[in-house]
């Protein structure tokens, strides 16, 4: 049996729409078959239940100890200065990176993309193998950097920045190019018949074009390189107070104190939910 939504038919009323009839059946929403409204909500509750459990189980007393100990200050202050770095490191040089993949034609730019999303798809402790068969002592570029300029990056916290970039750095090109590629090039076009260079056009016309898009892949990179793990441990190791960022953190008090591993991811939760509602416009909202 179907009714109409009383509260529907007031509103389209009020905003002088046409009238939508919003149908109900058995109390689940229109249209909605049962074969995929009960994975759907199996779904959900799949991804939400680990979450929940955490909720649950967290030391609530304890919780103000557990987060004001020297080793959760060391490592959450690491994180932070490291995610910083990082997608500091990731702004300069991932936007010329997406201006290029994006305002640019040149053979193989599509292999090129490719390999710049590569980190995206690759196991992370494979992508700290990498780094270290790169910037290693003894990688193709690290002992030039040893020997000429005395530059050592694994286990040290240059290494945890550069790991960080490594895996955060997609995410931003992503989504700078995503905004570059919407954005129309005729204001380009018409800052370069009056006399602006291709650079100038860039700093002073698409910058502040593209200036949301940046914000959000930096948040997007930033909240990645929290959170990385693989490619860290793999290439700067774990030292308490010079390498230990929090998922670090984690992983080692899990082993010895569940309570601290617990209180430490519901940091890392909280940072997370505070990303997405940084970016509710961007990514959370429905499409319309």
Do not use: H
Request: with cysteine; hydrophobic share 55%.
């Amino acid at each position: 049996m179907t009714e109409l939504d009383a509260s529907d038919a007031a509103a389209d009323t009020l905003t002088g729409g046409p009238r939508r009839r919003r149908v109900r059946t058995g109390g689940r929403p229109a249209g909605v078959p049962l074969p995929l409204l009960l994975p759907a909500l199996v779904g959900l509750a799949f991804l939400l239940l680990p979450l929940l459990a955490l909720l649950v189980r967290a030391p609530w007393r304890d919780l103000p100890n557990q987060l004001t100990s020297t080793e959760v200050w060391q490592a959450l202050q690491l994180s932070l200065v490291c995610a910083t770095a990082a997608t500091g490191v990731s702004l300069v040089l991932g936007v010329p990176l997406a201006w290029l993949l994006a305002r640019t034609d040149f053979p193989g730019r599509g292999f090129v993309r490719a390999l710049v999303t590569l980190p995206l798809v690759l196991p992370p402790v494979v992508g700290g193998v990498a780094l270290l068969l790169a910037l290693g002592r003894n990688g193709v570029v690290g002992q030039w950097l040893d020997s000429w300029f005395g530059i050592t990056l694994p286990f040290t916290t240059a290494g945890v920045v550069v790991a960080e970039a490594f895996v955060a750095m997609p995410f931003l090109v992503i989504s700078v190019e995503g905004t570059l590629r919407a954005a129309d090039p005729r204001y380009e076009e018409a800052a370069a018949t009056l006399g602006a260079s291709r650079f100038t056009a860039f700093r002073r016309v698409t910058l502040p074009l593209i200036a949301p898009g940046i914000a959000a892949g930096a948040v997007l990179a930033w909240a990645r390189a929290l959170g990385e793990f693989g490619a860290t441990i793999t290439f700067a190791g774990n030292f308490p107070g010079r390498t230990q960022t929090m998922p670090l953190a984690v992983y080692l008090a899990l082993q010895n104190d569940p309570a601290a591993a617990i209180a430490l991811s519901l940091v890392l939760l909280a940072v997370s939910i505070a990303v997405l509602a940084g970016l509710r416009d961007r990514w959370t909202a429905a499409p319309s």
